[in-house]
């Protein structure tokens, strides 16, 4: 099988993959806080990763930038609990829609604290990619609100996270990041979670530890992917997460996504596939996903 064909596909599974991981959220905070949420995620994402940590030992936690490893660990926590909190109060097929506007803000902050180049087709596309954003969000109508709001934050934290990686990656192995990443946001998150919490049902843990390993079987997925093509080439396959979502939404709790939604999400993409374009005539978005 070509190789690009092995990285669609596992492109595919990682977008798959974050979309059940969404739902599981939806289904979640019905009964828990999304900091809780949060917690257990982190809790189980570090079990599962137990063996792999235990067998490279502490060498591979050798690091020269502490301080960014605890940056990306608080910038995680506040992401991912802005992004179960918008769960709770937006349709899925808009949070996600929204989500994708990631590589925007990542193209703003690589060229502000990066010193990367803003190019003509860079600036335009990622103008582009807010025009779509706002075609979403509408604000003033109905959509606009506190989960919008959030939403994009969290897209504004995440593509914090993505610059952090990209500058840890250049002196360190991926596993070293992600190590550092579970072992400083779990307790970090207990800590948050404390003044909210309520013990999970045994169906709700069931959810959570299934989440766990999403968390986990993620981002290696993503990890495998770019060993058959590099990031700019994938990045689009992960736009396949918005009808999988949207048919998840609309089979699981009845939610019809407005034309705004599609064509917001569309004015998107074709945003990111002018930054994919220009990415490959200098550098970009290779290290910005995989938080």
């Known amino acids: ?97 929204v989500m994708f506007s990631m590589p925007l803000f990542a193209t703003l902050g690589a060229w502000m604290f990066l010193g990367e180049k803003m190019r003509a087709l860079r600036l335009a596309a990622t103008a582009l990619g807010f025009v779509g954003v706002l075609i979403i969000i509408r604000p003033g109508g109905d959509t606009m609100g506190v989960g919008a709001v959030l939403a994009v934050g969290a897209a504004l934290c995440i593509a914090g996270i993505g610059l952090a990686v990209k500058y840890l990656s250049k002196e360190e192995k991926s596993q070293t990041i992600v190590y550092w990443n579970v072992l400083l946001l779990t307790p970090m998150a207990l800590v948050a979670s404390i003044p909210v919490w309520v013990w999970p049902s045994w169906s709700s843990l069931g959810w959570l530890v299934l989440q766990g390993l999403l968390g986990g079987i993620g981002p290696l997925c993503f990890s495998k ?42 004015v998107i993409f074709l945003a990111v596939i002018l930054l994919v374009r220009d990415e490959r005539r200098g550098d970009g978005l290779s290290n910005l996903s995989g938080i």
């Open 1 to 97: 099988m070509p190789s690009i064909v092995v990285g669609a596909l596992l492109m595919f599974c990682v977008s798959a993959l974050m979309a059940f991981d969404t739902v599981i959220a939806r289904l979640l905070v019905a009964d828990l806080h999304p900091l809780e949420i949060v917690f257990f995620r982190t809790l189980f994402s570090l079990i599962f990763m137990a063996p792999w940590i235990w067998r490279g030992g502490i060498a591979q936690f050798a690091t020269k930038h502490p301080l960014v490893h605890l940056g990306r660990a608080i910038g995680k926590l506040a992401a991912l609990g802005a992004f179960f909190y918008a769960v709770s109060v937006m349709a899925l097929a808009d949070l996600t829609a």
């Open 225 to 266: 992917a770019l060993r058959f093509g590099d990031a700019s080439t994938l990045m689009p396959f992960d736009f396949l997460r918005l009808p999988i979502i949207a048919m998840i939404g609309f089979l699981a709790f009845a939610e019809v996504p407005e034309v705004w939604t599609w064509v917001g999400a569309a």
